[in-house]
Each structure stands twice: as structure tokens, then as C-alpha cells.
């Protein structure tokens, strides 16, 4: 699990996981830690290559979090506002 304090006024967050092996699936929420049941965004799918883009997200603590969908490792997750 992650989070970061995104600024107000902030237009775009891009969240990114990239690399290593597995499939590791990418879970957003704007309210509270991001789990498979409880979430405000999610990108799935086969291998370790997700990326997410919040418009307006609020300002304050975001959350993150990577499922291992099957066993992963050295992926890197990334944002970007």
C-alpha cells in the first residue's frame, strides 16, 4: 500500500507501475487504502505494464496499492502530477 499528498488545484495524476516479472494489478481510491473491493479506479490485465490517469483528483492523501493477481517482483510505481 502507498499514498501521496497530492496539492490542490492539481488537474492530472498519472500512476504508473512498470517492469520486472508477474502480474502485479494497480488499484486508486480518493478516500481511503485501495483494495480489489474498494476502489475509486483499477487497471488490470496480464503483466506488470498499468497506468492510471485521475482528472482532478482531491487534494490531500490519495491511495495506492498493487494486487499480486500471480506473484510479481521488481516492478516500479510511478506518479506523475
Do not use: M
Amino acid at each position: 500500500y502507498h499514498y501521496l499528498y497530492v496539492p490542490a488545484g492539481t488537474k492530472t495524476l498519472k500512476i504508473t507501475v512498470s517492469g520486472g516479472t508477474g502480474n502485479a494489478d494497480l488499484y486508486y481510491s480518493n478516500a481511503n487504502w485501495a483494495t480489489t473491493g474498494a476502489h475509486t479506479d483499477r487497471a488490470t490485465g496480464a503483466g506488470n505494464s498499468h497506468t492510471l490517469t485521475i482528472n482532478n483528483p482531491p487534494s490531500g492523501a490519495n491511495y495506492i496499492s498493487l494486487h499480486a493477481a500471480a506473484a510479481f517482483s521488481g516492478a516500479t510505481l510511478t506518479t506523475e502530477f
